[in-house]
């Protein structure tokens, strides 16, 4: 039942803009997505399941523009500087991101705990939602490696590799620290091409 669930996610990622996480409630969450209350529960099994599902999808997404990202642009520093600005704009945007990247959850927001939940449901992708979440340690990880498979291109040195991860690393840090602190319009490119060894800028 994919459809009924993303409308179920896009329903509590709403009621979530509007209301703490504590104050939302699965049947509005089911009446807003114009389904039964008893279909939220089978697909999600309980409110916890729901966020779990919820912050996934956010962090898919989330990595899915940074693919995006990394794919539209030609050239280290452009490529570099696109994932490092989606970044940016993924967490100013939308709070579940902001938190998942910075480890900083509020009160208002679901906080599931990061690791595995025994998981009884027949759902795969709840099973997927079950399953151990990313830190923002792992998102450093994830983004980093991305950015440097996308950069190597094939048949890459292995001494090549392990600069250009620790570049691509140093990129995802300062885009983090962009999170909390926004560089100037144009700053982005300016910060990137600071942490870049010259060969690559």
């Not at 523009?65 to 994932?83: F, I, K, P, Y």
Request: proline letters at 8%; a positive charge.
């Amino acid at each position: 039942m994919p459809a009924a669930r993303e409308s179920l996610l896009d329903a509590a990622y709403t009621a979530l803009a509007r209301r703490p996480w504590s104050a939302v409630r699965m049947v509005e969450v089911a009446a807003s997505a114009g389904v039964s209350r008893q279909t939220l529960y089978n697909e999600f099994g309980s409110k916890d399941g729901l966020a779990r599902a919820l912050v996934r999808r956010e962090a898919d997404g989330y990595l899915a523009g940074v693919e995006r990202a990394l794919a539209d642009s030609t050239g280290a520093v452009d490529r570099l500087t696109a994932a490092a600005e989606w970044t940016a704009a993924a967490a100013r945007e939308n709070a579940l991101v902001r938190a998942m990247l910075t480890g900083c959850w509020t009160e208002r927001l679901p906080a599931p705990p990061l690791t595995a939940v025994p998981s009884v449901t027949a759902v795969p992708a709840q099973r997927r939602a079950d399953g151990p979440l990313p830190a923002p340690r792992d998102f450093v990880r994830i983004v980093r490696d991305r950015a440097a498979t996308a950069l190597a291109g094939p048949g890459a040195a292995p001494g090549d590799t392990a600069e250009l991860l620790r570049s691509c690393e140093l990129v995802v840090r300062v885009a983090l620290s962009c999170v909390a602190a926004p560089p100037p319009e144009g700053g982005m490119a300016e910060l990137v091409r600071a942490v870049l060894p010259r060969h690559l800028v």
